[in-house]
């Protein structure tokens, strides 16, 4: 559960679940405060609830879905707290919203979008509680508030703020008239993702900037005096590698982090694939490395940061493989992030929630000259964000969250677009809920993600399609039941796919979370990290890269097959012939 609220003796509650005491309800739901017995209000979003707020006699949801009591309402929307239904309150936000806050008939979103209330607002906006458009109030952020909390006469926002005047910080006081920020500066330059505020203290955790700080962990949790900012209390308190590439003699990993096995190294790192130990390597990116791709001696990097390898350089670059030194590449994208990057013929294909590239229109995806750093006129311009990529000769495959059209045709979630045009090919397998990761291997496309369907045919979270028409093959290795979203990573190799995710079961194996699987029958062979029934992670794997028997695992995660290891992960396949 990400949020709870509390009303006349009823405990409203929102997160990502299916049932709650035993009573099916789909990520919403109300319980009787004196009892625990599950009410009758069931609104039913269709994807994780992260935020509510109570006001009157509205419940304002907010988080990750596009319906909710029956009808449209992308990410943010307002109920009946008697009866569940929804209001003809509609902001509509283009990406997740994860705060909510409320002041002065105005209803406040933080999060990730870019467009809410019918009008241009990034990162957080303030909506007018009767019709749901947004006011003239505007902070001007560049990205993206995580959590809010008024105090007095400003609104406090906490998340990765990039304000347009100036430096990213990590929380600000914003004047409630003007969305200005004031003056009150706390030392804290990482990313704020709760707040709260208990008489003059301002109480936030979040991911720690080691010059903030100190140290080599990266969580931290503050208390600030509400009036200076000053520090009264902080506490540190674990790593994430979301993205992985490999060359023959070094791993490069991106992700969330300030340390490598004790080694300062700010979200991007080099390691010896034999000790697992950090190398002199260090770009040392302001904040997350979400993406890599290797090409030669150049190492591509796509994510949230505004500087990496001693330049500044926003959200994409290209780096020295042997210093870590940013080159002279630098496409430029000035909003939003990039979450996918794959190489192909001298291009660089970018894939994420951006707008522009280099001054031009670009949505969610672009194609950018590996060589210049110049936006080429491919322009498929999905709907929505692009989280995967994979590219050969003649295709580039597209998959994400919520697009439902691409390269001029109606696609949803997945689809393949031809490296000349742009456009969209016959491909077309709509998958009924999102695609995590892609894995190419000659004319057969696997596809990772949390969907039961594909190609009209059933498959729980993985499938394989023929590369040309999207159908699905016979491959299907069966995730059991009560498996939650599906599979995130794929990655193959020599006759192995190889499948992270939230599952227990898969290939008639007992599995937890991560499995090697046969190419022709599907099935998982016996190679098993942590040995089942013991989860084999704490957390999640996000990303996997599979060479030679070897399989680089990065994501959320504290230990892996038994043994601690945080967010960076290396294993032998010892089931398969060397």
Known sequence: MFALAVKDGVVYVGGAFDTVAGQRRLNLAAIDGTTGVVTAWNPRA???????????????????????????????????AATGQATSWNPAANGEVFALAIHDNRVFAGGVFHKIGGEKRTGIAALDIETGKATEWD?????????????????????????????????????????????????????????????????ATGYRDTESWGGSEPGWVAAVDAQDGRKVWAQLSSAEGDTVAVASDRVFVGGRFTSVGGVERRNIAALDPRSGRATPWNPSADYWVEALALDGKTIYAGGWFKRIGGKTRHRVAALDAATGRATTWNPG??????????????????????????????QNLAAIDAT??????????PDDRVWALAATTDLVYAGGPEFTSIGGQPRRHLAALSTTTGLATAFDPRPDGWVFDLA???????????FATIGGAKRKGVAALDAMTGRPTRWSPRLGTGSESGVLAVAVDNGTVYVAGLFRSIGGRPRNGIAALDTTTARASSWNPGGAPTPTYQGGVQTLVARGGILYAGGSFSSLGGVPQSGIAIFRDRARPR
């Open 46 to 80: 269709t994807d994780a609830v992260y935020a509510l707020l109570l006001s009157g006699e509205t419940v304002y949801v907010a988080g990750r879905f596009a319906q909710v009591a029956g009808q449209d309402r992308p990410r943010i929307a307002a109920l009946d």
């Open 440 to 450: 190419v291997n000659g004319d057969t496309v696997y596809v990772g993600g949390d």
């Open 333 to 362: 994208i000035q909003h939003g992030f990039v979450q996918a990057l794959a190489i192909m013929g001298g291009t660089v294909y970018v894939g994420g929630e951006i707008e522009s590239v280099g001054g031009r229109d670009r």
């Open 372 to 381: 210049t750093g110049r936006v080429i006129a491919w322009q498929p311009d």
């Open 139 to 203: 902070a001007h952020l560049d990205c993206c508030a995580f959590a809010l909390a008024v105090h007095d006469e400003t609104m406090i926002a906490g998340g990765r703020l990039f304000f347009s005047a100036g430096k990213s910080v990590g929380i600000a006081a914003l004047d409630l008239s003007t969305g200005s920020p004031t003056d009150w500066k706390p030392q804290i330059n990482g990313p704020v993702r709760a707040l709260g505020v208990v008489g003059e203290l301002v109480l």
